[in-house]
């Protein structure tokens, strides 16, 4: 705090809280808040003020000071203009950066909480450092993005998240996950960024593929493989309710309460559970087709090439379109 010192006996205990009192050195002059033009003297002093500074000693710290008033030609009388506090704020910058610094690591309650603040103030700060961040980031293109959605609330209430994924960083956020959201993120970030997107990883979400191939037409498309097997697992899982609703009273009581067993890969599976989907699949064979084919998909990652990869996948859709089964449309996306 260039230009500041603290006076005589001026720290003092109040509690758990270090009180700290604060002055202008003498001739370190005073600037205008609108023009910041310095002047030697000032028009008149404020009332003292106390503020909330960077903890000292594991204790929260409190600063004590005057604030004054310059009278400038061109502005008029206004409250003199300080570089370590923001206008009308009872917290320093450096404190605020503190706030901010938590809230990367620590919910933002629990932040308040620890620092006995309001958790309004906390929200504001972090948002306001983001927002500092963001605007100071600098701007490097982006070869790798990929985009998903995260639940914002309880109700499907989601939200789009944009990440540059050679960086890990996130670009962006949109709420909600329609088409026009996205399309307004890709126009605020410009032709240029998009243009300069090599590939992109997502959802197999059609509003996605929609919006990806308008923008970032230059980029490949690659689908996350934790969605495509969330994609699998429902239609596994779909052919299990099915199935449980036509089974015989002794079959349900078999079925029952399996289906985390069916989400599972084999490989993963406890030895004391991989009897119950032995037991299902050998009396059940719409189970056993649903969960060979889940299985047998592995081998799409493990194909070296395009033309293998390809073959395989059209091998495997033949065999799922012969199988007989019937997913509902809704377990799917539309890409």
């Known amino acids: 705090m260039q230009g500041w010192e603290v006076v005589d006996n001026g720290v003092e205990m109040e509690g758990e809280s270090v009180v700290v009192s604060i002055r202008r050195r003498p001739g370190s002059g005073y600037g205008c808040r609108g023009c910041g033009q310095m002047f030697l003297s000032c028009h008149d002093h404020l009332e003292t003020r106390r503020v ?7 204790r929260r710290c409190y600063l004590e000071f005057t604030e004054t008033r310059v009278k400038c030609p061109r ?20 404190y605020e950066r503190y706030i901010a610094s938590l809230c990367d690591v620590l919910p933002g309650l629990d932040v308040a909480q620890m620092e006995g603040l309001d958790k309004g103030t906390v929200y504001r700060v972090d948002r306001k450092w983001l927002k500092v961040r963001e605007q100071t980031r600098p701007q490097r293109p982006v070869r790798y993005l990929g985009i998903d959605e995260i639940a914002l609330h309880k109700g499907h209430r989601y939200a789009t998240v944009f990440y540059d994924l050679e960086r890990r960083e996130v670009m962006g956020m949109v709420k909600g996950r329609e088409q026009r959201r996205v399309n307004g993120f890709f126009r605020r970030w410009g032709k240029a960024a998009c243009r300069a997107v090599t590939a992109v990883c997502m959802d197999l979400w059609g509003r996605y593929m929609k919006s990806v191939q308008r923008y970032c037409n230059n980029a490949v498309v690659v689908f996350d493989k934790f969605h495509v097997y969330s994609y699998l697992s429902q239609a596994v899982d779909q052919v299990r309710r099915d199935e449980q609703n036509r089974a015989s009273k002794e079959g349900k009581r078999l079925i029952e309460g399996t289906r985390w067993l069916w989400l599972k890969r084999s490989q993963r599976l406890r030895r004391k ?5 032995k037991e299902i699949m050998s009396l059940n064979q719409n189970l056993q087709k649903a969960h060979l084919l889940e299985e047998d998909f592995q081998r799409f990652y493990s194909c070296t090439d395009q033309e293998t990869a390809q073959a395989f996948l059209q091998e495997w859709t033949e065999r799922c379109q012969q199988s007989g089964l019937r997913a509902p449309s809704k377990s799917w996306p539309s890409v």
């Open 273 to 277: 559970d991989k009897q119950t989907p």
């Open 52 to 58: 909330r500074d960077f903890p000292v000693w594991g």
């Open 75 to 94: 502005c008029g009388v206004l409250v003199e203009a300080l570089d370590w506090i923001a206008p009308q704020q009872r917290q320093t910058l450096r």
